[in-house]
């Protein structure tokens, strides 16, 4: 027996005599994979119920329809995945959540990257959208579809229920998971491949093609801020700011006026503005002004990131090891491929569906 635990110590000892990390690291990623697994497996039985079960709900008021959107996003996109993700991470919970939601250090200053980040997402989203172009009349347009990320809320009792999903719910439970659970998992191994790896994570949970390079750029900014500041509180709060700007451009969207002005000035009129088309234009512009403000900020940030580096985990791990071994990690080689149809054929998803039709119907 002896001999045994010396031979395994030997093995997972480097040359210098310290314990080597890779082997933790192997597993760490295995961790990860397997988490995402369950994160699109669980997305596509969401896709498949809420698709069977629509005619049952069909004739429901606008806000009970929001409502049961809300609560099942929160429970298949968020309570599910992050239950699963504690046990399979193996998450010490009670030191895990002490840590992540300790007093942040430099909290205003910390504020004040989220301009910077706005502009830069804002940036990546615009070539998303030119690059999609090029993918009219394919099988994956949709992916590239900037409407996706629009949510038009018919009245204001949804508009309510929408703004505490956007502002409040989806801020709270993604920062626990992302820049909580999934960064702290990952930070042995280096702070710079912790937030890449949790920023990238993040963009695919979005599963569409238009919104992961914008979310996963917002992902890395917001670990970036999480491992800076060493608590999740500040990236809650800059989320939530992200999530503002989103629902409200959506609000401003849902109303009848703004839509009829919008189609109205497609279609080569002139027509009235409403107080409420002012607003949205007056918002608009605010809005963009913002983004290209933001987007300079970030610019000069990058151009001096030397002086915002993260510190350093000293690891016997070479950074290029590191991608390897994630990359070649067999759950999440399944787990790339899922989110690769999810974001753009939906294969798995549309043949279980036919086949549960063929079954039932």
């Not at 915002?308 to 399944?334: A, D, N």
């Given at each position: 027996m002896s001999e045994e635990i010396n031979e395994e110590v030997i093995e997972n000892t480097d040359n210098t005599g310290?314990?080597?990390l890779l082997p933790?690291?192997?597993?760490?990623?295995?961790?990860?994979?397997?988490?995402?697994?369950?994160?699109?497996?669980?997305?596509?039985?969401?896709?498949?119920?809420?698709?069977?079960?629509?005619?049952?709900?069909?004739?429901?008021?606008?806000?009970?329809?929001?409502?049961?959107?809300?609560?099942?996003?929160?429970?298949?996109?968020?309570?599910?995945?992050?239950?699963?993700?504690?046990?399979?991470?193996?998450?010490?919970?009670?030191?895990?959540v002490k840590a992540m939601y300790s007093k942040p250090r430099y909290f205003g200053r910390a504020l004040g990257i989220f301009p910077a980040g706005y502009g830069l997402a804002m940036a990546v989203g615009i070539i998303t959208v030119l690059v999609g172009m090029l993918f009219k009349n394919t099988s994956i347009e949709e992916s590239f579809n900037v409407t996706r990320n629009i949510v038009i809320v018919p009245d204001m009792q949804s508009a309510v229920v929408w703004f505490i999903h956007a502002v409040i719910a989806a801020p709270l439970f993604e920062e626990f998971w992302f820049r909580g659970m999934v960064l702290q998992t990952l930070k042995p191994y280096g702070n710079g491949f912790a937030i890449f790896v949790s920023g990238i994570l993040f963009g695919l949970t979005h599963a569409n093609l238009q919104q992961f390079f914008f979310t996963s750029v917002i992902g890395i900014v917001l670990g970036y801020v999480a491992v800076q500041t060493g608590s999740i509180i500040t990236t809650t709060v800059i989320h939530a700011m992200f999530n503002f700007i989103a629902a409200t451009s959506s609000l401003f969207l849902s109303n009848s006026s703004v839509q009829d002005y919008i189609l109205e000035i497609a279609m080569g009129n002139n027509p009235e503005k409403s107080p409420v088309v002012?607003?949205?234009?007056?918002?608009?512009?605010?809005?963009?002004?913002?983004?290209?403000?933001?987007?300079?900020?970030?610019?000069?940030?990058?151009?001096?990131?030397?002086?915002?580096?993260?510190?350093?985990?000293?690891?016997?791990?070479?950074?290029?090891?590191?991608?390897?071994?994630?990359?070649?990690?067999?759950?999440?080689?399944?787990?790339?491929?899922?989110a690769f149809d999810t974001m753009t054929f939906l294969f798995v998803t549309k043949k279980i569906m036919e086949l549960i039709v063929g079954i039932f119907y």
């Open positions: 310290r314990e080597s933790d690291f192997k597993r760490a990623c295995l961790r990860i994979g397997a988490m995402m697994i369950v994160v699109f497996a669980v997305r596509c039985v969401s896709t498949i119920l809420l698709s069977l079960t629509k005619p049952l709900y069909n004739d429901w008021s606008n806000v009970a329809k929001q409502l049961l959107e809300m609560v099942a996003s929160i429970v298949f996109l968020n309570v599910i995945p992050i239950t699963a993700g504690i046990f399979i991470l193996k998450f010490p919970l009670k030191s895990g002012v607003a949205y234009i007056i918002w608009s512009v605010a809005v963009m002004l913002f983004a290209v403000i933001g987007f300079i900020m970030g610019i000069i940030k990058l151009a001096h990131i030397k002086r915002y580096r993260v510190p350093k985990v000293q690891t016997e791990i070479s950074t290029g090891k590191r991608w390897g071994v994630f990359l070649l990690c067999p759950t999440v080689i399944v787990m790339l491929l899922m």
